[in-house]
């Protein structure tokens, strides 16, 4: 774990499937970053067709970017991955008003 990191979650590391340019992915990563959750990434190429993999279609039907299995939570939207972060640890992610533009 990198100095200063914590993890916030029991159990295994969070897993973040993502894409490196789209924003929706990025926005899930920065609530990730900025709650100090320690988590894997593991990029998944939306253009030559790794996100319609039978495996990865298991975890996110529309086989789209992002997706936070964290535990037993899939969590397959990017606001509902900057909601369910935003309930770990203490305190939320910026205040209600930054939360209000995410």
Known sequence: MEAGRTSVMTGTKPVLYT??????PARAALALTEKRVDYE???IDLFNGSSLSPAYIKLNPAGSAPTLVAGHHVIIQSREIVD??????????????VDQQL
Do not use: I, Q
């Not at 894409?19 to 929706?24: S, T």
């Open 41 to 43: 990434p593991k990029y």
């Open 19 to 24: 894409y490196p340019l789209p924003y929706f």
């Open 84 to 97: 369910y972060v935003n309930g770990l640890g203490d305190g939320p992610l910026g205040g209600s008003e």
